[in-house]
């Protein structure tokens, strides 16, 4: 078997379409959405993403904000930014690119973020929320995996989803999603015991862990659909995702390639968000 490669970009293009046509009536009413980044300190891949994120608003015609801030920013100066953003009538989602210095509080910056534009899903409100299937904003990344599922018309109902990774930005809130669809959900961890015997009965597999190809073919379910979360740069400077992409295809059914999979789908996730924001203040 080879598996059918899942093209985040085609999916996200045709999703920023759909956006698209959603901001331009609100642009009808006078309405544009805009959407600011605050990013600290010189970050060379921070400021990739950063950019892309900008780029994207850019294409559908929302407004978009870049705030620099330099490494020693206080933490004071950047709450004060916040607070700004958080009154800007012409500010609909708010987006904290991380990490932030050692010498600032993520959680307290996050919390800081008012949850009516916090377009990331990264508040605590918002993950709240979630466990309660009722969605403000869906956190960007794991909600971008439910639309590529969607897209290539993958069932969810009654399916094994294993999601190898337990993180507050994608491991978590992603199995929820799952769950919300019916799956029958596993979450396990680089440190759970015999990891093979979880991930190879899985139907639908979401690896998110950070580690460079940890998920091999051996481990994974005949026709499988494999979802690669990692991007890691190897000492050679490629870039590979959490899972061992030449023999995964072998046994998957349906595979993300790094780059190029789940990617791009976040981006899309975010500039819909912003525009589902200015759709609720808009009131439609």
């Known amino acids: 078997m080879t598996a ?10 045709a999703l920023r379409e759909e ?26 891949a921070s400021r990739v993403y950063v950019r892309n994120k900008i780029k994207a608003c850019h294409e559908v015609g929302l407004h978009s904000e870049s705030h620099d801030m330099p490494e020693d920013v206080s933490e ?21 690119q991380l990490p932030l210095p050692a010498h600032i509080d993520d959680v307290k910056v996050l919390e800081a973020i008012s949850p009516d534009k916090d377009v990331d899903g990264f508040h605590y409100y918002n993950l709240g929320a979630l466990f309660t299937g009722n969605m403000k904003f869906p956190p ?88 690669d979360v990692g991007i890691n740069r190897l000492d050679d400077g490629r870039l590979v995702g959490d899972v061992e992409f030449a023999s995964a295809s072998e046994k998957a059914s349906y595979i993300t390639p790094v780059p190029g999979g789940v990617g791009p789908m976040t981006i899309a996730v975010l500039v819909a968000n912003t525009v589902l924001s200015a759709e609720k203040f808009s009131g439609m």
Do not use: F
């Open 76 to 96: 004071e100066m950047l709450l004060k930014q916040i607070e700004e953003l958080n009154h800007s009538d012409k500010i609909h989602g708010i987006l904290v």
């Open 140 to 227: 960007c990344t794991p909600y971008g995996v439910m639309c590529m599922l969607d897209y290539m018309n993958i069932p969810l109902e009654g399916k094994e989803a294993v999601v190898v990774g337990r993180s507050n930005i994608v491991g978590k809130p992603m199995a929820m999603l799952l769950l919300e669809k019916n799956a029958t959900v596993t979450i396990c961890t680089s440190r759970t015991q015999d990891l093979k015997s979880h991930t190879s009965r899985a139907d639908i597999l979401v690896v998110a862990t950070g580690r460079p190809e940890m998920i091999t073919g051996d481990m994974i379910k005949e026709g499988a659909t494999v979802i």
């Open 19 to 44: 956006w698209r046509h959603r901001a331009e009536k609100l642009k009808d009413k006078g309405i544009l959405p805009g959407l600011a980044v605050i990013i600290v300190g010189d970050n060379p």
């Open 4 to 13: 059918k490669i899942i093209d985040g970009k085609e999916i996200a293009q």
